[in-house]
């Protein structure tokens, strides 16, 4: 997976459905200057805390933020509060995840704030019909890896 995001060295790197944080420690462990991590459960957040300090001996260059919440909910908070991301990685519940990214990509805020983002999201690998994008968005590649489909998401590139 890390390989389709390039060098991540200096850049912003967020996880949004961080789980145990470890997509945004192996960010940093690859040179992520920033990596901020978004988790609605609790008990997940406790553990993204205890494996962030751990992370941080190893990688001391590394920011990491911790930003509870749920998508997309907090992205109003999220968009006043980090910087702007090079790189955005979700790995939403997949039940939900073809909605979520619909819910996200919508975002006015969302839009605005990662912009120049490329994103990289996880979808089950059943073919479930994709939404229109916004024209902000565009749709770079899809990865097919093991059970699931990873899009490869930037800005829409204008026409002449």
């Known amino acids: 997976m890390f390989d389709m995001l390039g060098d991540l060295a200096g850049r912003h790197f ?31 957040l406790g553990a993204i805390r205890d494996n962030v300090k751990r992370a941080q001996k190893f990688c001391p260059e590394a920011l990491f933020q911790v930003l509870p919440g749920t998508l997309p909910g907090c992205l109003r908070k999220l968009t006043c509060m980090v910087p702007r991301p090079d790189l955005i990685f979700a790995d939403p519940p997949y039940a939900e995840s073809a909605e979520l990214l619909d819910a996200v990509l919508n ?8 912009s120049d983002a ?14 229109v994008f916004p024209d902000l968005w565009q749709l770079k590649t899809i990865r097919d890896l093991g059970a699931s489909r990873f899009l490869l998401i930037g800005k829409a590139q204008k026409s002449i």
Not at 119 to 129: A, G, H, M, N, V
């Open 118 to 131: 490329l994103i990289l999201w996880e979808l089950p690998d059943y073919r479930s019909p994709l939404k």
């Open 14 to 44: 967020c996880d949004f459905f961080a789980g145990s944080g470890a997509v945004g420690i192996e960010a940093a462990s690859r040179g992520a200057a920033h990596v901020l991590l978004v988790e609605k459960a609790s008990p997940a």
């Open 107 to 114: 975002d006015p805020d969302f839009s605005q704030w990662a």
